[in-house]
């Protein structure tokens, strides 16, 4: 298959966007973000879980919250492309939401391709959201580890074990579980409050997400709750995987693209030495860099989330050279971001540690940068032999 | 990848087909020397001989000068010269030798030229049968091209020309070039004019000639002394005071971000170009560096994707600037595109010679130099390409300037 | 690697031996607090109430203080104040917490001062019994420091100060403050005076502290408002209108350039510090990154190692600096170290976060943080110190202007 | 053992470091250099050996060839630091000569111990030159890797097989030759003009040195020029590898001082936009970083040769860590210069490129940064064990 010329980002998809922007600026600038999520600045805190229901809900009238589901299951069954440049819009306003995880939910139920995971994606579409429950202790984001057993028989599954790293845990309904059986890994979709699951919240960095982990003590599901085959459920992983990288690489490249405007506008109207310092070549070049790194992972978010329609061969390729890419961005541009804001941006009350935050959290977030140039590099140039 | 559009238009696809054809019957055959890494490197007749009648075979079959007007001796098509450009570079034939005049020259002169200019030119540019060089930069007008001495002064209805130029390629096989002067010593911008000069009928006689070496020991540059040469006024670009404007028209086109598409031969397929991070893969499958295999070495390994990345994401980004809602600002994608290149083709060079290990000490008449020494070559080549045609720091500037807003640094 | 002196003088080679001998006896137990990572953060009475008597107690031995006249309350010797940072380093105490005073006021009011200010103050700095803050920075006087416009306005032998001061460390305990004001505003550099103020006693009367909150969520930082605060003429540091050369001094000795080595008790030895690059490999080998053990990355290992190297060789220059021969230029070291300090702290940081690998998520307050999610804080910080007492980006100026002698860019 | 606080640079080393400054200065200028090595500028030029053979003689007169032979057996035999500091000065003049290949021959002869070893020092306290043949095809610094082959029997040894990468090949009188014979490595010491040894010019982008392939065809020598024995060669280039990694990051620091030095000046008279290009911080940061990574270099540079002559247990990591940070100082201040001069520095006619072209030679001579820090990581962190 051949990508189209222009990722197939048509009018339908420039409505969707100018949709989302409007729509985002008017129901969470900065300010309100601010308050919904910077009440208590004690870096000893208890975990927090703060976001607007309300907002979801309205999100959830306008069928942004199905965008991944299928049509077939009554989902709005966007393309890639379309799903990026959306969640592009809710990374530029740090969107604390459990979007990210019902959207990659999605991706994993509709690469199971059976009918317990149909009938999953039914429910999103009926407003339910989900997560993935996919990481062990050792934040391993291969398809085959997981600290989470199952005991299958013929009509259950029982589950015992933790999840670790789950994401937006306490915003979502149910968790798609990767456990281990005897015959292999598969995805069982677990009830966010079935007997047995505790959500253990994390006490993290960023404070647009929640995270946690998520203990499993004799969970009991039915067979229909089996959404992936033991055996089967690395495979749709596997396939999801290039879905879930673009997207995080797309809500990095919105979050990155907030961060160079901002800096711009301060460095245009701060004045040092009689001059903004955006006069001084030591701000501008790297505030230009900002823009180089942007545009290069934007582009190669895009050609992902095209290829993920139109030329799943390379979609793996394709995803990895997005999240590293993004990851080495967000880096440079939330380093830059806080450095030139001076001190102001180094005060709670600046807007630019909201991003920052955001950041450092979805670098390292389904792996980081060199995590995958490595794996870029087996498929390009072939495994590694000896330590080199 | 391929990228192949979805949406071409029926003049595009036929057109496609066409190059297609043509080429499968026409592209020469192997060079009889070998060509250097550019064509502004070119330095010997025997190249030019070589060269010269594959762009006007191109020019004669539609594919050179395809979106230029029938009247200047162009195809007279839309959006075709792009596809042309694809298909010859799928194909991996040579680049054309006019590349001043291709890429700078006949899109001034279209934007800027009189009538009768653009007939009298833009048919030899696009046949070949002329080669055009550039006179901008002087020895103290590198980056800060707008402070250019070379003076014309008006002699009734002529110019005489005094001054020296400098960097200035092709210029040994040159008949005519374009100039910037200065034609007001009184204000820095608005002194400036442009025209045309004849170079070949003028050797020995206002013109004189001197080859530059560069770094690499190759040579291609060149010195242009002009003394009491003199033009008529017809050779004149737009207004006396205009010319900044009318070099704008030249630099936006040679950075690749103008309105006309330049016609592009390539000389080697896009992935193929040099300065390629891919190419990186098979050098460090075919190196040992310190003892060791360099493709087996995690560190390299890591660099070589990274560049490999970047390249892709620039190359995507190429593609992205076209479509409508993925880009803001036109003009932010395009100004990136000269920076990009050799920035990357820079640190891929340099990324090279680690690849080599010790081998890379070895230079291009060694026998046991990996790839005939060309990575070292290319190494010390990047960075004419960081230095010419704006630097690296000036088209951050410009950047920071144009794109973002951000005050002038000056 | 020791670097244990062979040339030391006889009073310093008996000092040292002293040092030893007292600290083997007199180092305080550990805090019933956990003391923030530096002691510009002490936010809390209870960090004071563990760290003034150890000052005080450091003071009364001699080893706080050991280079000042014994006139001002020091030891009145030569060369010591470096063995005695070096032996309490060695052991690990706790840092000094009146580190504006050492490491500011007191070298500023030993060369600027009148005799009876040197006598007033400097003893009860050393002592602990009067804790210091400074008042530079103001919100529209960051980097450019000489653009206060905090006014003094004199009245009679008194002095009637009002406006803004910023990112004042410790103003909360403090009993005085050095503070730089425009007394002229027809000119800028000529126009400011130096000046010490009382800060406790006028809280609420002239004086008003108001905590800000770092991105870290930690305080610290203060904003410290002044209205018609009066204070006597002789509280004045230097002439008026030479404001700037005191500050001068100040910031030498911030930067830790200046002639009086600072009594610094480190809190940690200096292989220690925060920021300490070697600290990564302990993180590594118990870390999991993307499910696998950091140390075995060969990509991580290239670059703490990379740091860890930099790190040295920034201490070897420490070293370098000192030896004729080695140094064309003294400046050329010394005003590197903030720069350097500040950049690889920040960058050991960036690179523990992604050692940790989905780790570096958890904050302090997580159970399964590594390192009681210090490195995370540590990286958030470290712009606090690429930002203060200096930009990175106005210490390279300062480097290429005043070391290299570049023109000013401004 | 410790090192001493002043790395034990007294009053004897800044005297010869002022003495070499001053002969060096007179000696051979910028002008001089260019006429010596750079008349033939065409790129498909024949390997050329240029160097001035009548300076040499002064050095040697001067007792500056036997810097490195203890002495005992002749030499002036200088500590660490007097040497490392005088090679300095020779890379801030980018000295064509076989001095670098003399002096490691010295100390890799030191290291030997043996009787055999000691002669060939006291040759060269007598003035000849001498060069290592120690690398393989595959340019390997490992002391166990060589593609030459020894025959060992009571009376002679016969070596057989081609050395690689051997530096000043064509100026030196000797060569000391690493080669594998059953019992192990051993060094021989064979004259550049015994019969069967050919050496065959590599043709090198650096114009301040020549290199070549030199081939052993049954090439015979008597058991008294066996200056290792098998087994031995390789502990004695082991213990010898920390004064050659020394010295050559010390040529690096100083010629990029001059590439420094020469970048700054001329920033400061170039004008462009009115201005002295120094005036932008393009230009003026980089430049800055220059400086900053040439002192990093060199005080890593000292602390070496230091550690030479009183930490010995500490040398090879101190010697890593010199040619680790040197060798990327040299790339990066390599660059800037050329950058900085823009296209005047893009000329045959300015002498930018013969110092970066001198430095594109160090920086992988000996091993290069990378191949450095993976060494130190070995010592440091521990062997890796798989491919990560």
């Avoid at chain 1, 994390?202 to 229909?224: M, P």
Wanted: some cysteine; charged content about 25%.
């Amino acid at each position: 298959m051949t990508q189209p010329k222009d990722f197939g980002f048509g009018v339908e998809e420039q409505l969707l966007q100018t949709e989302a922007r409007k729509f985002f600026k008017k129901q969470l600038d900065e300010l309100t973000l601010m308050e919904l999520v910077g009440g208590n600045s004690d870096p000893h805190r208890d975990s927090e879980c703060l976001w607007d229901e309300k907002m979801w809900e309205q999100m959830a009238d306008l069928g942004w919250t199905t965008m991944a589901v299928p049509e077939a299951f009554g989902g709005t069954g966007m393309s890639g492309v379309a799903v990026a440049s959306f969640i592009e819009e809710t990374g530029r306003v740090a969107l604390p939401s459990p979007l990210m995880a019902t959207v990659n939910s999605s991706y994993v139920l509709s690469a199971c391709g059976t009918d317990e995971a149909d009938s999953v994606l039914k429910e999103i579409a009926g407003d339910k959201t989900a997560g993935l429950a996919i990481t062990n202790q050792k934040g391993s984001w291969c398809s085959m580890d997981t600290d989470v057993s199952a005991v299958v028989t013929e009509d259950k599954a029982t589950l015992n074990g933790m999840a670790w790293f789950v994401q937006d845990a306490r915003k979502v309904d149910l968790f798609l579980v990767k456990a281990e059986s005897e015959a292999g890994i598969g995805l069982y979709a677990v009830s966010a409050d079935a007997p047995g699951v505790t959500i253990l919240p994390d006490s993290i960095v960023d404070l647009t997400r929640d995270q946690a982990r998520v203990n499993f003590e004799g969970v009991a599901i039915g067979a229909d709750k089996i959404v992936a085959a033991p055996g089967k459920g690395n495979l749709a992983l596997d396939a999801a995987e290039p879905a879930i990288l673009t997207m995080i690489s797309a809500d990095m490249c919105g979050a990155a693209e907030w961060q160079l405007q901002t800096t711009v506008a301060y460095a245009k109207t701060r004045m040092q030495f009689e001059r903004p310092i955006g006069f001084f070549q030591a701000v501008k070049h790297p505030v230009v860099n900002m823009m180089i790194m942007i545009d290069c992972a934007r582009s190669l978010v895009f050609n992902a989330a095209c290829a993920i329609d139109h030329e799943p061969e390379q979609a793996k390729a394709a995803a990895h050279m997005a999240k590293a890419a993004a990851s080495d961005m967000a880096a440079f541009c939330s380093g830059r971001s806080v450095q030139y804001h001076g001190g102001m941006g180094f005060t709670w009350e600046c807007f630019v540690h909201l991003f920052f935050k955001r950041q450092i959290h979805n670098q390292v977030l389904f792996g980081d940068a060199a995590y995958h140039r490595a794996e870029l590099a087996e498929m390009l140039i072939g495994p590694l032999v000896a330590g080199g | 990848m391929s990228e192949k559009g979805k949406k071409e238009s029926p003049e595009q696809i036929e057109f496609r087909e066409y190059c297609r054809e043509w080429l499968s019957k026409n592209t020469p055959g192997d060079p009889p020397v070998r060509l250097p890494q550019m064509a502004i490197e070119i330095t010997t007749q025997a190249e030019m001989d070589y060269l010269v009648p594959w762009q006007k075979a191109a020019w004669e079959a539609g594919l050179c000068g395809a979106d230029y007007p029938k009247a200047y001796g162009g195809g007279g098509r839309t959006g075709c010269q792009l596809i042309a450009n694809e298909e010859m570079q799928r194909v991996g034939t040579p680049y054309f030798p006019n590349v001043i005049a291709l890429g700078m020259a006949a899109p001034t002169i279209l934007h800027h030229g009189s009538e009768e200019l653009k007939k009298r030119f833009i048919p030899k540019i696009l046949s070949c049968e002329e080669i055009w060089c550039q006179g901008f930069s002087e020895p103290d007008a590198g980056s800060d091209l707008a402070s250019v001495q070379t003076f014309a002064e008006r002699a009734g209805d002529n110019w005489v020309i005094n001054g020296q130029k400098i960097w200035t390629s092709l210029a040994t096989f040159s008949s005519w070039m374009i100039i910037l002067c200065r034609t007001d010593r009184s204000v820095k911008h608005k002194g400036l004019t442009y025209f045309i000069v004849p170079i070949e009928s003028y050797i020995g006689k206002g013109i004189e000639v001197r080859p530059l070496i560069k770094i690499t020991g190759e040579t291609g540059f060149n010195e242009v002394f002009l003394t009491d040469l003199e033009i008529p006024d017809k050779y004149r670009l737009d207004d006396v005071g205009n010319g900044w404007s009318v070099a704008m028209t030249t630099l936006i086109h040679e950075r690749g971000a103008g309105p006309m598409v330049t016609p592009s031969a390539g000389g080697r397929r896009a992935d193929d170009a040099p300065g390629n991070a891919m190419d990186l893969i098979d050098l460090a499958r075919q190196s040992e560096r310190n003892g060791r295999p360099a493709a087996e070495d995690p560190v390299i390994r890591d660099r070589m994707i990274e560049l490999i990345i970047r390249q892709k994401g620039f190359r995507q980004s190429i593609r992205r600037v076209r479509v409508k809602g993925l880009v803001d600002n036109p003009m932010r994608i395009g100004l990136q595109g000269k920076l990009l290149f050799t920035e990357i083709a820079q640190e891929v060079s340099a990324l090279a010679l680690e690849i080599e290990g010790a081998a890379s000490t070895l230079f291009m008449n060694d026998e046991n130099a990996p790839n005939k020494g060309q990575w070292p070559l290319m190494y010390l080549n990047s960075y004419g390409m960081t230095i010419a045609a704006g630097t690296s720091e000036v088209l951050r500037n410009i950047l920071g300037e144009r794109v973002l807003g951000m005050p002038k640094t000056k």
